[in-house]
């Protein structure tokens, strides 16, 4: 199989009869960043969503290991992390079952051990049993990050990651993405905040309001 390599070209997309961005062009490959920058509206998320296969562009095509995203759906999402805005958990299970039922859906599996460790590098120790319900908006955002640290998907994408974590959880949350680029692994990223990613190189990209 190929390196992975994400490849964009002539993107364009269109909300509510505006034009957000067109002819963008982008490309990473193996242990590269991209930090998506702009203003509230630009359509930083909407770049996300096209990037990942969720929102089909207006123009331009996104290729993945030199593929049309649209020819190799089922490749490209077996190799793709998204993490949008929402959490994307079940209210009614715990931290640990959502984090156990979220790998369970891409066909892997997880020791106890190994999921009540990722909890951990979240902040989250001692809560695998609540339910996400009574936990803050905080602390459910941490259960979804919790992916990170075990999840080995080449392509991430993480919208907004810092949203609501503390220092020492960003501080946390830019080690792990910086290991995954030294594994070879792609990061694509939006914050309104700097970035730092240990001994690595983050590109950035800016979307004009």
């Given at each position: 199989?190929?390196?992975?390599?994400?490849?964009?070209?002539?993107?364009?997309?269109?909300?509510?009869?505006?034009?957000?961005?067109?002819?963008?062009?982008?490309?990473?490959?193996?242990?590269?960043?991209?930090?998506?920058?702009?203003?509230?509206?630009?359509?930083?998320?909407?770049?996300?969503r096209i990037l990942c296969g969720l929102t089909p562009p207006r123009a331009g095509e996104v290729r993945w290991r030199g593929l049309d995203i649209r020819r190799c759906?089922?490749?490209?999402?077996?190799?793709?992390?998204?993490?949008?805005?929402?959490?994307?958990?079940?209210?009614?299970?715990?931290?640990?079952?959502?984090?156990?039922?979220?790998?369970?859906?891409?066909?892997?599996?997880?020791?106890?051990?190994?999921?009540?460790?990722?909890?951990?590098?979240?902040?989250?120790?001692?809560?695998?049993?609540?339910?996400?319900?009574?936990?803050?908006?905080?602390?459910?955002?941490?259960?979804?990050?919790?992916?990170?640290?075990?999840?080995?998907?080449?392509?991430?994408?993480?919208?907004?990651?810092?949203?609501?974590?503390?220092?020492?959880?960003?501080?946390?949350?830019?080690?792990?993405?910086?290991?995954?680029?030294?594994?070879?692994?792609?990061?694509?990223?939006?914050?309104?905040?700097?970035?730092?990613?240990?001994?690595?190189?983050?590109?950035?990209?800016?979307?004009?309001?």
């Open positions: 199989m190929s390196k992975p390599h994400l490849q964009a070209s002539n993107l364009a997309c269109v909300r509510d009869g505006r034009w957000l961005f067109r002819e963008l062009h982008l490309e990473l490959g193996p242990g590269r960043a991209l930090q998506v920058e702009g203003a509230n509206g630009a359509g930083k998320t909407s770049l996300l759906r089922e490749d490209y999402h077996a190799s793709l992390l998204y993490l949008g805005h929402q959490p994307g958990l079940k209210d009614e299970l715990t931290a640990l079952e959502n984090l156990r039922f979220a790998h369970a859906l891409h066909g892997h599996t997880h020791e106890e051990q190994a999921l009540e460790a990722a909890l951990d590098q979240v902040g989250l120790y001692g809560y695998e049993d609540v339910p996400v319900r009574a936990l803050s908006a905080g602390q459910r955002r941490r259960v979804a990050l919790a992916r990170l640290w075990l999840n080995r998907a080449p392509l991430w994408v993480l919208d907004e990651p810092f949203t609501a974590i503390d220092r020492r959880g960003i501080v946390a949350l830019e080690q792990v993405m910086a290991g995954h680029l030294g594994r070879g692994g792609l990061l694509i990223l939006t914050s309104h905040q700097p970035v730092e990613l240990p001994g690595m190189t983050l590109e950035r990209l800016e979307l004009a309001a």
